[in-house]
């Protein structure tokens, strides 16, 4: 009896980690790896050069593994097929990053033509100009129902860095995984060495 109490609850824990994972469905997203030749600029630079506008939205990865960032996108805008741009920073060459964009299920929106653009230095994008090259990401918004005119849907893109191919904003759910195969086996080991005994 206490066995059967012990497994329902392991199964019970497994079925609430994985409908977690369901929840946030409304998520697209892409891999991008950053050119081995990307002219990468100091940190200090950023501050001196008087051309760097920011009036475009960005993420930083500064001493970080992961950042992100909330935008509020028209539903007028998605009408009209614009397109959302954030810049990405602070990435190192040859590295490989994970993009997500994920907005809540209330809102009848799909996200489309994810993708990153690169920006050469003085190169004017979206009324802005810098000294050095940008990376950008950019999508669209698109209605998937009748959404109110001038509506503002947050969306939230995140920049999470890959190690071994793998985001590292999921390793904490792979250990826990592991860790609860691990009580699984542990826990059925001494009734599976048993029956194996009985057996001879």
Same mark, same amino acid.
């Given at each position: 009896?206490?066995?059967?109490?012990?497994?329902?609850?392991?199964?019970?824990?497994?079925?609430?980690?994985?409908?977690?994972?369901?929840?946030?469905?409304?998520?697209?997203?892409?891999?991008?790896?950053?050119?081995?030749?990307?002219?990468?600029?100091?940190?200090?630079?950023?501050?001196?050069?008087?051309?760097?506008?920011?009036?475009?939205?960005?993420?930083?990865?500064?001493?970080?593994?992961? $950042?992100? &960032?909330?935008?509020? =996108?028209?539903?007028?805008?998605?009408? !009209? %097929?614009?397109?959302?741009? #954030?810049?990405?920073?602070?990435?190192?060459?040859?590295?490989?990053?994970?993009?997500?964009?994920?907005?809540?299920?209330?809102?009848?929106?799909?996200?489309?033509?994810?993708?990153?653009?690169?920006?050469?230095?003085?190169?004017?994008?979206?009324?802005?100009?810098?000294?050095?090259?940008?990376?950008?990401?950019?999508?669209?918004?698109?209605?998937?129902?009748?959404?109110?005119?001038? $509506?503002? &849907?947050?969306?939230? =893109?995140?920049?999470?860095?890959?190690? !071994? %191919?793998?985001?590292?904003? #999921?390793?904490?759910?792979?250990?826990?995984?592991?860790?609860?195969?691990?009580?699984?086996?542990?826990?059925?080991?001494?009734?599976?060495?048993?029956?194996?005994?009985?057996?001879?």
């Amino acid at each position: 009896m206490q066995l059967a109490r012990t497994q329902l609850g392991q199964w019970l824990f497994v079925f609430i980690l994985f409908s977690i994972g369901f929840v946030h469905a409304n998520t697209e997203s892409i891999l991008f790896q950053v050119p081995h030749n990307f002219p990468l600029s100091d940190v200090r630079d950023r501050f001196v050069s008087s051309s760097d506008v920011d009036t475009v939205p960005f993420i930083s990865l500064l001493g970080e593994t992961m $950042a992100q &960032v909330t935008v509020k =996108v028209n539903t007028t805008n998605a009408q !009209l %097929g614009s397109a959302t741009y #954030i810049e990405l920073k602070d990435l190192q060459r040859d590295e490989t990053y994970q993009i997500k964009v994920c907005w809540s299920a209330i809102h009848p929106v799909s996200i489309d033509d994810l993708q990153t653009i690169i920006i050469p230095r003085s190169t004017e994008f979206q009324g802005t100009t810098s000294d050095h090259a940008r990376i950008v990401v950019a999508f669209q918004m698109m209605s998937d129902s009748y959404p109110s005119e001038n $509506a503002m &849907v947050p969306i939230q =893109v995140s920049l999470i860095t890959t190690k !071994l %191919g793998i985001p590292v904003d #999921i390793y904490p759910i792979l250990v826990v995984i592991v860790l609860l195969i691990a009580g699984l086996v542990v826990t059925r080991a001494p009734h599976v060495l048993n029956d194996l005994l009985l057996k001879f």
